[in-house]
């Protein structure tokens, strides 16, 4: 695909974490912003190295050092598809990895002004961000939740502004579903409005205890005749 093919009107978003990241060098930072507009159209990000180092001017290798470095700080996702037939390679897909912020700053003022709530709620990275965790949590406890109702998304999108990521849920989703799915009072509690209220992060660092099975018996203390 040539750069006057490719090239469309999508934000590029650069959040926090990656834009003060002091180990990424400042062209990496713009191509995850890069990355992160191309992702737009279908969730992840098609471009080739050539693509970008056509786009940049730079070389295929200097583009492939910013993308490994990306992988290496787990900012991006890299996939790659292999042909059935043959195993060669298809095509590379990244996605992002990290929650996008909902805020940034205008340029040259001190001021914080929100992305458009319409913009927010319809991004597909987000999309499927909210789509992987209700599926884990449905797999995992054998529920039929939708990812698409408003309070459950309302619920995940708190969270990740509390700095929460996709680990996060899935860690809550195991330690509740193994302490709850065989208890009948309790059990009704495994969904998103209890899950990932304002007692996530209790949850989060709730100390696991293994069970006991019922066979095992204690040691009897060792007497001395």
Request: net charge positive; with cysteine.
């Amino acid at each position: 695909m040539g750069l006057a093919e490719a090239k469309k009107s999508y934000y590029a978003i650069i959040p926090a974490n990656v834009r003060y990241d002091k180990q990424l060098t400042p062209n990496a930072k713009l191509l995850y912003g890069e990355i992160t507009a191309l992702a737009n159209e279908k969730g992840y990000c098609w471009a080739s190295n050539s693509y970008f180092a056509e786009l940049y001017g730079v070389s295929v290798r200097s583009v492939s050092k910013w993308i490994n470095q990306l992988n290496q700080k787990k900012y991006i996702h890299v996939k790659i598809i292999y042909n059935e037939n043959n195993k060669e390679i298809k095509e590379r897909r990244i996605y992002i990895t990290h929650p996008l912020e909902e805020k940034f700053y205008t340029y040259g003022r001190n001021v914080l002004y929100p992305i458009e709530e319409k913009f927010q709620d319809n991004n597909t990275i987000n999309n499927t961000l909210y789509k992987d965790i209700v599926e884990y949590l449905n797999k995992r406890a054998g529920t039929n939740y939708k990812h698409t109702t408003r309070k459950t998304r309302a619920l995940i999108k708190a969270r990740i502004n509390e700095g929460f990521t996709i680990d996060d849920f899935k860690k809550v989703i195991d330690i509740k579903t193994a302490e709850w799915k065989d208890d009948p009072k309790m059990s009704k509690y495994i969904r998103p409005e209890t899950l990932f209220s304002n007692k996530f992060e209790g949850y989060l660092n709730q100390l696991t205890v293994s069970k006991k099975s019922s066979s095992e018996k204690k040691p009897k203390p060792f007497v001395f005749d």
